[in-house]
């Protein structure tokens, strides 16, 4: 059983910036990878950005390169989403998720792959 909690969001303005955190307990998280995923409003979730624990490697959404870094501190069990630049299509719920470490970059992609998720924190963008 894993354990993931999200935090760090809010209300920012377009072009503002907000980091935020998931935490996991439970488990060690040798052999897998985190990602974030975003849910807009009225829409389906989709993925953000991912990176494996032990390695380190990153992939994000062409939506959000540039723009947004995935990072993980081991020593605290958590992940970061730093995000800037932001804007209106960034409004939505964002979920940290986990899963084992998978053969191809594209099954990263899918919600469905993933064993446990945190209950979500809200990014609202105003203009």
């Known amino acids: 059983q894993v354990e993931l909690v999200e935090s760090g969001g809010g209300l920012v303005q377009a072009g503002g910036s907000l980091r935020l955190s998931c935490a996991a307990s439970g488990r060690t998280l040798s052999g897998t990878a985190m990602a974030w995923f975003r849910r807009p409003p009225g829409k389906e979730r989709e993925f953000v950005a991912r990176?494996?624990?032990?390695?380190?490697?990153?992939d994000y959404a062409d939506s959000v390169k540039g723009r947004f870094t995935i990072s993980r501190d081991k020593s605290k069990n958590t992940v970061y989403l730093q995000m800037n630049n932001l804007n209106l299509e960034d409004t939505a719920v964002y979920l940290c998720?986990?899963?084992?470490?998978?053969?191809?970059?594209?099954?990263?992609?899918?919600?469905?792959?993933?064993?446990?998720w945190g209950q979500g924190t809200q990014v609202t963008v105003s203009s």
């Open positions: 990176i494996t624990w032990t390695a380190g490697d990153t």
């Open positions: 998720g986990i899963v084992r470490n998978l053969a191809s970059r594209r099954a990263y992609y899918s919600g469905v792959n993933y064993s446990y």
